[in-house]
């Protein structure tokens, strides 16, 4: 089965308004500075400012490499995210917000849009190489397009040029992911997707929302 399956002369266009709900930080100098303070020393290089990061994100939104992905729980949001590199599923946690505003259910696809790293990065722990590998890398960031551009008849062209069985073997080895870590996922946001999963953070019992 061929790891790549998508067209990449079609390019897609970054919209500000998604990322900016997606990432709100790149868009609030303080906001930022906070980010950086949490997050600086997980970023290849943290002393960038926000327009940096903003242009990051839109190269690898229009250069990536597309691929299947599969919505495994609507609350949590978590999508699994297949790349065909690597034969294997990233697991993805979203605010639940962007399940009723995309309308998404178990089962629904949506398009990633994957950056490899280099095989001399480490290997996640959350990430199983499957038999189908090519051996080239050793970790990927998945980006869902739908939750970063308007350009709707793009990501429904690049979807229709994958395979139905990509398809399912998203969401299987994203549900086989689930029974073997439960909801242990990677923060979905672009600047933090390349990295392992972790817990869910959980709010202190005195602030819990009922």
Known sequence: MAARTINNALTLKLSNQKLKALQPELYSARSWQKFLRENGYRLSAPNEDADHW??????NL???DGG???VVSAS??????????LDCVAL?????????KYDLKTGSRLLAINIHLEWNFFLPEDLKPGPRQTGKYRNFAPLIAEFLTDD?????QKKAE???ALWRRAEALGREYLKQNGEKARDGRPLLCHL???EAAKAPAKTRRR
């Open 62 to 64: 229009r250069q990536g």
């Open 92 to 100: 993805l946690r979203f605010s639940d917000q962007f399940a009723a």
């Open 162 to 164: 994958i395979t139905d």
């Open 152 to 156: 709707a008849e793009v990501v429904k």
């Open 68 to 70: 299947a992905a599969a």
């Open 196 to 198: 392992p999963a972790k």
């Open 76 to 85: 949590p949001l978590l999508i699994a995210a297949y790349s065909g590199e």
């Open 54 to 59: 903003k242009s990051y994100v839109e190269e």
